[in-house]
């Protein structure tokens, strides 16, 4: 069984989303709202463990009065608001901002975003061959994960996993301004010599696959990570008596990354270093 | 938290830097040598942690003494105050003031904005890089505008030690920011800061009036010359009252966004949650602009006491000034002058003896535009990336630590000296209808007479320029700084009024009026503008942080291009300029094509 948590009563407003009338939580984000009336409002630095940091701002949905578009990942329903989200100045903001982020930054293994690039007709090429991108080789500092800033959205999420809002290390921050900003341990070190305790819990909120576990990117690298042929079996971690959930993702009868379900009352996807990355001796068949 | 500080150790300079802030350490969980006590308590941790705003200062202190901030002195102020090091690494990497990387002690900072450009701070910078070559021990930085726009070009020498040394060269040739750079201590002193006032003297000055009047280290001159009769009057109303007073006078928000001052007031003041806190934004960093700075090193006093005013109308008991980085004769005056208020009881724990308390701690800045926006001064002032943070909640009910703060900048806050002198009604009876009450304009560029300008709100830019003495030759004026926008010639009869330009399609913003002959290439401030918003974003979101990248680089592919092969990329900078004011989270990315839109749509510059 499941339990939710259930959080204090809050009363109903009603507002209006494209015109129909909708009821709502007060304060609760104006997302859920567009996701439980069927609209697809895409997303990328909103997930569901975190405080949406409203970087990416692709959920952009327009609020009558307010001067700019406002992120529905962040801002709170409030009775009588009027909310459009699919209009041209909506549609144009979220067009732009995918043709932003895909100059800058490889979106390959980020889930859903070439099906957005396609519905919003968004051609990042037309800034030119020259215009500026993150540029890097991936950091593969050590044996557990691998840092490819190639791939970094900058969304923040991997921050407040580490820091306040899960797991309390703080071993990574964003260091630098503008678009020389980076998420980074302190002296922009290796992973080695910060003070991550390789819980990967940065890599289980990672939207675009810029953290990874090594064996992913060892098998991507290698032409043999095959999503398609993996099973993913949901199980009880044996190594202590919390009770957290694991889900062994496994192909080829080889365990090859260990994820944990988000909606599990007791960990909400967080998992220590054992749980996450000790499972060799699963497969140590000598 | 279990923090890792890593081993690398402080010189004793730099720990000397940082216990001067903080005082010795007194175990060995701050930093301390250990002792046999320390082997049996645990202490630090939260105690340590509610005085993580001290970072910053912290990050200055070692700054300012050694010149850059290495891993072991990062490591040390870390473990004084429990922050975890790759958040303080991400904060001393966010102000372009500090460095981690070492540098030599000196560093000379070289305007190379707008009102500097156009007076020649290319062959400056050109002609200083050759005198202080690489062995010279000086590290020449090109930056954004330095507020010394009257005086163009300008330059501004920092040299590391106990205690730092600055040197102002402005205007500055090529000998006087080499003498600056090479013996801060012994260059030549600023000019008073009257100098900056073509009206100084004239009787009919509000705002100005005691500008080059009073002795600004003078706390006796101040009250001899109607200081503190304001205060006075405040007490007279209670905090109801001066914020009744405020609202009357119709004083709106002097910073650009025009906010009414008395309903900001009076929201912060009726917060139930304590305590409440009263910032002075003085991180005056629109390029263009430089009135506060004048306000503060010509009388410091006056903004002594409107902070007072206004910590009493909303019910703070604490007030912070958060001051640019880049002001060291403002910061020196506005340090005596809050020292002298204090010594005198004018703050501290009984104000006048009216049984209020209040009292003003001084934070500065380090170099960051985005820190004028007033959620990321928050987040400067509490040790944090200056980011901004997203609205709602407004300031009014969470501001600075998580509490009801009324924000208001310089210009401003002096405004509420004259509301209670003179009273609402002949206040709001000065100026127009929609924008009551004198205002300051900065005026440099191809004038004759640069400067702070006070006129009631209504005059026309024509009257302002032809009064400043306007060259012969005008091809543009930037009205309202970068995030403002130009005006062409033919329009100077734009009445200077927060509804008259708006009327106008364009805003007065911080009261910037930049005029530009045609000897000035227009493309080339238009890059220096697009440089600017791209060098000053925070990074968080990304129409800002990725958009000015290619804003900058549009305008670099036009160049001197015109017409149909300009049209590409004009278009471009229209789709991608409008998702940066649509989308961006905060003022700083959503004004970023501002200027850039209206020189293309008013003035025609790729036409």
């Given at each position: 069984m499941t339990v939710t948590p259930l959080g204090t009563p809050r009363r109903l407003v009603e507002f209006t989303l494209d015109g129909e009338p909708v009821r709502a939580p007060e304060g609760s984000p104006l997302l859920d709202a567009c996701r439980s009336a069927g609209k697809d409002v895409p997303a990328l630095c909103?997930?569901?463990t975190l405080t949406p940091?409203?970087?990416?701002?692709?959920?952009v949905v327009e609020v009558e009065g307010a001067r700019t578009l406002v992120p529905a990942c962040s801002r709170g329903a409030e009775q009588g608001m009027r909310v459009r989200t699919d209009t041209e100045r909506v549609r144009h903001s979220r067009r732009i901002v995918l043709e932003l982020l895909a100059s800058s930054v490889?979106?390959?293994?980020?889930?859903?975003v070439a099906g957005w690039i396609e519905e919003y007709g968004?051609?990042?090429?037309?800034?030119?061959?020259d215009a500026a991108r993150v540029d890097e080789e991936p950091r593969?500092?050590?044996?557990l994960y691998v840092r490819d800033y190639d791939k970094?959205?900058?969304?923040y999420k991997c921050v407040d996993a580490c820091g306040?809002?899960?797991?309390?290390?703080?071993a990574i921050a964003v260091a630098g301004r503008?678009?020389?900003?980076r998420i980074a341990v302190e002296h922009d070190a290796p992973l080695t010599d910060?003070?991550?305790?390789?819980?990967?819990n940065c890599i289980e909120v990672?939207?675009?696959?810029?953290?990874?576990?090594r064996s992913e990117f060892d098998m991507r690298a290698a032409g043999t990570w095959d999503e398609s042929a993996q099973t993913a079996t949901t199980t009880v971690c044996a190594?202590?008596?919390?009770g957290c959930n694991l889900t062994l993702h496994v192909q080829d009868n080889e365990i090859v990354k260990v994820t944990s379900p988000h909606?599990?009352?007791?960990?909400h996807g967080n998992l220590c270093i054992k749980g996450r990355f000790g499972y060799q001796h699963v497969q140590n068949r000598d | 938290m279990d923090l890792h500080f890593g081993d690398s150790k402080p010189s004793d300079e730099e720990r000397a830097a940082v216990d001067a802030l903080l005082?010795?350490?007194?175990?060995s969980w701050e930093g301390a040598d250990r002792s046999d006590a320390d082997l049996r308590w645990a202490r630090g941790g939260r105690e340590a942690r509610a005085?993580?705003?001290l970072l910053l200062p912290g990050l200055h202190a070692v700054n300012d003494r050694v010149g850059w901030i290495s891993e072991g002195a990062l490591a040390y102020l870390c473990r004084r105050l429990t922050v975890p090091p790759a958040e303080a690494y991400g904060v001393a990497t966010?102000?372009?003031?500090?460095?981690?990387k070492p540098r030599p002690a000196t560093v000379l900072h070289v305007c190379t904005d707008l009102a500097c450009l156009a007076a020649g701070a290319p062959e400056l910078c050109e002609g200083v890089e050759s005198r202080l070559g690489?062995?010279?021990?000086v590290s020449v930085q090109r930056g954004p505008?330095?507020?010394l726009c009257e005086r163009a070009p300008a330059a501004l020498a920092i040299r590391a030690g106990d205690p730092v040394r600055t040197a102002v060269a402005a205007p500055a040739t090529v000998e006087r920011a080499v003498l600056a750079a090479s013996a801060p201590g012994s260059a030549a002193g600023e000019p008073?800061?009257?100098?900056?006032?073509?009206?100084?003297?004239?009787?009919?000055?509000?705002?100005?009036?005691r500008v080059g009047v009073v002795?600004?280290?003078d706390l006796d001159d101040y009250r001899a010359h109607g200081g503190y009769t304001a205060l006075r009057r405040a007490f007279a109303l209670g905090p109801a009252g001066v914020v009744r007073e405020v609202t009357e006078s119709g004083l709106v928000g002097r910073?650009?966004?025009?906010?009414?001052t008395g309903r900001k007031w009076q929201a912060t003041a009726s917060?139930?949650?304590?305590?409440h806190y009263l910032v002075c934004?003085?991180?005056?960093?629109?390029?263009?602009?430089f009135k506060d700075r004048v306000l503060m090193e010509g009388d410091p006093y006056a903004l002594v006491e409107a902070m007072t005013v206004a910590g009493y109308a909303t019910g703070a008991h604490q007030g912070y000034?958060?001051?640019?980085?880049?002001y060291p004769r403002a910061l020196r005056r506005m340090e005596h002058a809050i020292g002298r208020a204090r010594a005198r009881g004018?703050?501290?724990?009984d104000v006048l003896g009216q049984g209020y308390a209040f009292d003003i701690e001084i934070r500065r800045g380090a170099?960051?535009?985005?820190?004028?926006e007033e959620t990321a001064l928050f987040n400067s002032i509490e040790g944090h990336r200056g980011e901004p943070r997203t609205k709602p909640p407004f300031p009014v009910e969470?501001?600075?630590?998580g509490r009801p703060t009324a924000e208001n900048n310089v210009e401003t806050l002096v405004n509420v000296l004259p509301v209670l002198t003179m009273g609402a009604e002949a206040y709001a009876a000065i100026g127009t209808a929609g924008s009551t009450g004198p205002k300051l304009y900065c005026v440099s560029g191809s004038v004759e007479r640069p400067g702070v300008w006070e006129l009631?709100?209504?005059?026309?830019l024509r009257e302002l320029l032809e009064r400043a003495g306007v060259r012969e030759g005008l091809r543009a004026v930037l009205l309202g700084g970068a995030a403002g926008g130009f005006v062409r010639?033919?329009?100077?009869?734009?009445?200077?009024t927060f509804e008259g330009t708006r009327e106008a399609g364009t805003t007065l913003g911080s009261g910037v009026v930049m005029a530009f002959d045609d000897t000035v290439p227009l493309p080339r401030l238009l890059l220096r503008i697009a440089a600017f918003f791209r060098d000053e974003s925070?990074?968080?979101c990304v129409p800002c942080r990725v958009g000015t990248v290619r804003q900058e680089e549009a305008l670099h592919r036009i160049a001197e291009r015109t017409g149909a092969a300009a049209a590409h990329d004009v278009a471009l900078l229209r789709e991608v300029g409008r998702a940066m004011r649509d989308?961006?989270?905060?003022g700083l990315g959503q004004t970023a094509w501002n200027a850039v839109e209206s020189a293309i749509d008013r003035l025609g510059v790729y036409a």
């Open positions: 909103q997930g569901d940091k409203n970087a990416c701002r692709i959920c490889d979106l390959s293994t980020t889930p859903r968004a051609e990042p090429g037309r800034f030119g061959p593969v500092d050590n044996t970094c959205i900058l969304c306040d809002q899960w797991q309390n290390t703080f503008g678009f020389d900003a910060s003070a991550c305790v390789y819980c990967g990672c939207p675009t696959g810029a953290l990874s576990f190594y202590c008596g919390v909606d599990n009352p007791v960990t | 005082g010795p350490p007194e175990s005085r993580r705003d966010f102000y372009a003031m500090f460095s981690v690489p062995g010279s021990g505008c330095l507020g008073p800061a009257e100098r900056a006032l073509p009206q100084a003297g004239d009787p009919s000055l509000i705002l100005l009036r002795d600004p280290a910073g650009g966004a025009a906010f009414p917060r139930p949650e304590t305590p934004n003085a991180d005056e960093s629109e390029p263009g602009t000034l958060y001051l640019r980085g880049e004018l703050l501290g724990d170099g960051a535009y985005v820190c004028g969470k501001g600075l630590f009631p709100f209504g005059a026309t010639p033919d329009e100077l009869d734009v009445p200077l925070c990074g968080q989308a961006s989270i905060c």
